[in-house]
Protein backbone atom coordinates (compact mmCIF):
# COMPACT_ATOMS: atom_id res chain seq x y z
CA UNK A 1 0.00 0.00 0.00
CA UNK A 2 0.82 3.47 -0.56
CA UNK A 3 1.79 5.33 2.63
CA UNK A 4 0.74 8.98 2.81
CA UNK A 5 2.16 10.90 5.70
CA UNK A 6 0.94 14.38 6.86
CA UNK A 7 3.02 17.03 8.43
CA UNK A 8 2.66 18.60 11.18
CA UNK A 9 0.07 16.52 12.80
CA UNK A 10 -1.59 20.14 14.43
CA UNK A 11 -0.80 24.33 13.43
CA UNK A 12 -2.28 27.38 14.64
CA UNK A 13 -1.73 30.54 12.37
CA UNK A 14 -2.83 33.67 12.99
CA UNK A 15 -5.77 34.99 10.86
CA UNK A 16 -4.40 36.41 7.80
CA UNK A 17 -1.66 34.41 7.91
CA UNK A 18 0.31 31.68 5.94
CA UNK A 19 -0.59 27.70 6.76
CA UNK A 20 1.49 25.10 4.95
CA UNK A 21 0.90 21.28 5.24
CA UNK A 22 3.20 19.06 3.70
CA UNK A 23 2.17 15.25 2.32
CA UNK A 24 4.28 13.06 1.46
CA UNK A 25 3.70 9.21 -0.42
CA UNK A 26 5.94 6.48 -0.25
CA UNK A 27 6.31 6.05 -3.82
CA UNK A 28 5.91 8.48 -6.87
CA UNK A 29 2.07 8.93 -7.70
CA UNK A 30 2.78 10.61 -10.91
CA UNK A 31 0.12 9.22 -13.98
CA UNK A 32 2.82 9.14 -16.80
CA UNK A 33 0.16 8.82 -19.37
CA UNK A 34 -1.22 12.76 -18.64
CA UNK A 35 1.32 13.34 -16.02
CA UNK A 36 -0.48 14.40 -13.31
CA UNK A 37 0.02 13.31 -9.48
CA UNK A 38 -3.15 11.27 -8.57
CA UNK A 39 -2.97 13.65 -5.13
CA UNK A 40 -6.22 15.18 -3.72
CA UNK A 41 -6.79 17.59 -0.55
CA UNK A 42 -9.63 17.28 1.49
CA UNK A 43 -11.12 19.48 4.28
CA UNK A 44 -13.16 18.00 7.14
CA UNK A 45 -15.19 20.09 9.86
CA UNK A 46 -17.31 18.40 12.70
CA UNK A 47 -20.42 17.63 11.32
CA UNK A 48 -19.65 17.85 7.68
CA UNK A 49 -18.60 15.19 5.05
CA UNK A 50 -14.95 16.18 3.70
CA UNK A 51 -14.71 18.68 0.93
CA UNK A 52 -12.48 18.22 -2.05
CA UNK A 53 -10.30 21.46 -1.93
CA UNK A 54 -7.47 20.38 -4.13
CA UNK A 55 -6.73 17.52 -7.41
CA UNK A 56 -3.75 16.48 -9.50
CA UNK A 57 -2.03 18.27 -6.28
CA UNK A 58 -2.73 22.08 -7.87
CA UNK A 59 -5.75 22.17 -10.01
CA UNK A 60 -8.35 23.82 -7.05
CA UNK A 61 -12.17 22.63 -7.40
CA UNK A 62 -14.44 24.64 -8.27
CA UNK A 63 -16.22 27.00 -5.89
CA UNK A 64 -12.85 26.78 -3.45
CA UNK A 65 -11.91 30.01 -2.53
CA UNK A 66 -7.75 30.61 -4.40
CA UNK A 67 -6.46 31.47 -0.56
CA UNK A 68 -6.32 27.29 -1.21
CA UNK A 69 -3.64 26.03 -3.35
CA UNK A 70 -1.41 23.12 -3.73
CA UNK A 71 1.80 21.97 -5.21
CA UNK A 72 4.30 19.30 -5.55
CA UNK A 73 4.47 16.39 -7.88
CA UNK A 74 5.93 12.78 -7.72
CA UNK A 75 6.43 11.88 -3.42
CA UNK A 76 6.02 15.55 -2.26
CA UNK A 77 3.24 17.65 -1.88
CA UNK A 78 1.91 20.88 -0.11
CA UNK A 79 -1.48 22.47 0.56
CA UNK A 80 -1.14 26.07 1.42
CA UNK A 81 -3.83 28.27 2.87
CA UNK A 82 -3.08 32.25 2.46
CA UNK A 83 -4.34 34.69 4.53
CA UNK A 84 -6.01 31.80 7.08
CA UNK A 85 -9.92 32.65 7.93
CA UNK A 86 -11.88 31.60 10.73
CA UNK A 87 -14.09 29.26 9.15
CA UNK A 88 -10.67 27.62 7.82
CA UNK A 89 -10.24 25.73 11.00
CA UNK A 90 -10.64 22.25 10.20
CA UNK A 91 -8.42 19.20 9.85
CA UNK A 92 -7.25 18.71 6.26
CA UNK A 93 -6.20 15.04 4.94
CA UNK A 94 -4.07 14.35 1.65
CA UNK A 95 -5.41 11.01 -0.37
CA UNK A 96 -3.58 9.26 -3.56
CA UNK A 97 -5.52 7.89 -5.94
CA UNK A 98 -2.47 6.33 -8.03
CA UNK A 99 -3.22 2.70 -6.74
CA UNK A 100 -5.62 1.01 -4.82
CA UNK A 101 -5.83 0.76 -1.73
CA UNK A 102 -6.63 4.50 -2.28
CA UNK A 103 -4.66 5.50 1.08
CA UNK A 104 -4.87 8.99 3.22
CA UNK A 105 -2.94 10.78 5.02
CA UNK A 106 -3.15 11.00 8.97
CA UNK A 107 -4.53 14.48 8.98
CA UNK A 108 -3.85 17.95 9.99
CA UNK A 109 -5.32 19.99 12.39
CA UNK A 110 -5.41 23.78 11.97
CA UNK A 111 -6.26 26.10 14.46
CA UNK A 112 -6.19 29.78 14.99
CA UNK A 113 -3.46 31.11 17.34
CA UNK B 1 -28.10 19.99 -7.75
CA UNK B 2 -25.95 17.17 -7.60
CA UNK B 3 -26.54 15.21 -4.51
CA UNK B 4 -25.76 12.11 -2.51
CA UNK B 5 -28.22 10.95 0.36
CA UNK B 6 -27.49 8.08 2.85
CA UNK B 7 -29.54 6.41 5.18
CA UNK B 8 -30.01 7.25 8.45
CA UNK B 9 -28.26 6.21 12.12
CA UNK B 10 -28.01 2.75 12.88
CA UNK B 11 -26.94 1.00 16.37
CA UNK B 12 -25.93 -2.55 16.35
CA UNK B 13 -25.03 -5.40 17.90
CA UNK B 14 -20.86 -7.17 17.34
CA UNK B 15 -21.23 -9.66 15.16
CA UNK B 16 -24.37 -8.19 13.26
CA UNK B 17 -24.24 -6.66 9.37
CA UNK B 18 -25.25 -2.81 8.28
CA UNK B 19 -26.34 -2.20 4.96
CA UNK B 20 -25.58 1.53 4.55
CA UNK B 21 -27.76 3.02 0.94
CA UNK B 22 -26.26 5.72 -0.69
CA UNK B 23 -29.24 7.65 -3.27
CA UNK B 24 -27.79 9.55 -6.20
CA UNK B 25 -29.88 12.26 -7.76
CA UNK B 26 -28.90 15.80 -10.71
CA UNK B 27 -26.48 13.52 -12.64
CA UNK B 28 -25.75 10.21 -14.76
CA UNK B 29 -25.81 7.61 -11.79
CA UNK B 30 -24.09 4.95 -13.63
CA UNK B 31 -21.65 7.43 -15.66
CA UNK B 32 -19.29 8.10 -11.83
CA UNK B 33 -17.89 5.40 -9.51
CA UNK B 34 -19.51 5.29 -6.19
CA UNK B 35 -16.70 5.34 -2.83
CA UNK B 36 -17.12 4.75 0.31
CA UNK B 37 -14.92 6.34 2.70
CA UNK B 38 -15.09 6.09 6.75
CA UNK B 39 -14.00 8.17 9.56
CA UNK B 40 -13.46 6.44 13.03
CA UNK B 41 -12.97 7.86 16.24
CA UNK B 42 -9.76 9.65 16.69
CA UNK B 43 -8.79 8.18 13.45
CA UNK B 44 -8.77 9.53 10.60
CA UNK B 45 -10.51 8.68 7.00
CA UNK B 46 -9.97 5.36 5.11
CA UNK B 47 -10.98 4.36 2.29
CA UNK B 48 -13.31 1.27 1.71
CA UNK B 49 -13.85 0.26 -1.43
CA UNK B 50 -15.66 1.34 -4.96
CA UNK B 51 -18.03 0.38 -7.18
CA UNK B 52 -19.04 0.72 -10.83
CA UNK B 53 -23.33 1.61 -10.86
CA UNK B 54 -22.52 1.01 -14.85
CA UNK B 55 -21.44 -2.77 -14.57
CA UNK B 56 -21.25 -3.41 -10.98
CA UNK B 57 -17.77 -4.29 -10.26
CA UNK B 58 -16.04 -3.44 -7.14
CA UNK B 59 -12.78 -2.72 -6.07
CA UNK B 60 -12.44 -3.11 -1.79
CA UNK B 61 -9.44 -2.38 0.33
CA UNK B 62 -8.16 -5.85 1.87
CA UNK B 63 -8.59 -4.78 5.38
CA UNK B 64 -12.30 -5.24 4.31
CA UNK B 65 -12.11 -8.55 2.27
CA UNK B 66 -15.02 -10.53 2.88
CA UNK B 67 -16.78 -8.58 5.36
CA UNK B 68 -17.92 -5.93 2.40
CA UNK B 69 -20.68 -6.31 -0.27
CA UNK B 70 -21.39 -3.02 -2.25
CA UNK B 71 -24.22 -3.10 -4.86
CA UNK B 72 -26.48 -0.63 -6.78
CA UNK B 73 -29.56 -0.90 -8.02
CA UNK B 74 -29.65 1.68 -11.07
CA UNK B 75 -33.14 1.43 -11.02
CA UNK B 76 -33.55 3.89 -8.28
CA UNK B 77 -30.27 5.50 -8.71
CA UNK B 78 -28.84 3.94 -5.43
CA UNK B 79 -25.42 2.18 -3.84
CA UNK B 80 -25.33 0.17 -0.89
CA UNK B 81 -22.64 -0.64 1.31
CA UNK B 82 -22.89 -3.78 3.72
CA UNK B 83 -20.40 -4.35 6.54
CA UNK B 84 -20.66 -8.23 8.34
CA UNK B 85 -19.63 -9.10 11.65
CA UNK B 86 -19.33 -6.24 13.15
CA UNK B 87 -16.98 -5.14 16.06
CA UNK B 88 -16.63 -1.87 18.25
CA UNK B 89 -13.88 -1.14 15.76
CA UNK B 90 -16.42 -0.53 13.30
CA UNK B 91 -18.10 2.47 15.17
CA UNK B 92 -17.58 5.32 12.75
CA UNK B 93 -19.16 7.77 10.17
CA UNK B 94 -19.60 6.03 6.60
CA UNK B 95 -19.31 8.12 4.04
CA UNK B 96 -20.56 7.88 0.31
CA UNK B 97 -19.27 9.74 -2.82
CA UNK B 98 -19.03 10.40 -6.45
CA UNK B 99 -15.64 9.74 -7.93
CA UNK B 100 -15.30 12.78 -10.29
CA UNK B 101 -13.28 12.29 -13.68
CA UNK B 102 -12.45 14.69 -16.99
CA UNK B 103 -13.14 12.76 -20.37
CA UNK B 104 -10.84 12.98 -22.98
CA UNK B 105 -11.18 11.42 -26.52
CA UNK B 106 -9.80 8.22 -25.42
CA UNK B 107 -10.15 8.04 -21.59
CA UNK B 108 -11.47 9.33 -17.96
CA UNK B 109 -8.97 10.99 -15.61
CA UNK B 110 -10.00 10.48 -12.02
CA UNK B 111 -9.77 13.34 -10.27
CA UNK B 112 -11.10 12.96 -6.71
CA UNK B 113 -13.92 12.65 -4.79
CA UNK B 114 -16.31 15.77 -5.43
CA UNK B 115 -19.69 15.09 -3.82
CA UNK B 116 -20.38 13.50 -0.69
CA UNK B 117 -23.45 12.05 0.85
CA UNK B 118 -23.78 13.47 4.26
CA UNK B 119 -22.66 10.56 6.38
CA UNK B 120 -24.51 7.76 8.35
CA UNK B 121 -23.15 7.20 11.78
CA UNK B 122 -23.27 3.14 12.88
CA UNK B 123 -22.50 2.36 16.33
CA UNK B 124 -21.61 -0.92 17.36
CA UNK B 125 -22.46 -2.05 21.18
CA UNK B 126 -23.39 -4.77 22.91
Known amino acids: DIVMTQSPDSLSVSLGERATINCKSSQSILYSSNNKNFLSWYQLKPGQPPKLLVYWASTRESGVPDRFSGSGSGTDFTLTISNLQAEDVALYYCQQFYLTPWTFGQGTKVEIK | QVQLVQSGAEVKKPGASVRVSCSAS????????IQWVRQTPGQGLEWMGW????????NFAQKFQGRVTLTRDTSINTAYMELSRLTSDDTAVYYC???????????????????WGQGTTVTVSS
Open chain 2, 97 to 115: AREGFISTAKTKYFYGMDV
Open chain 2, 26 to 33: GYIFSSHY
Open chain 2, 51 to 58: ISPETGDT
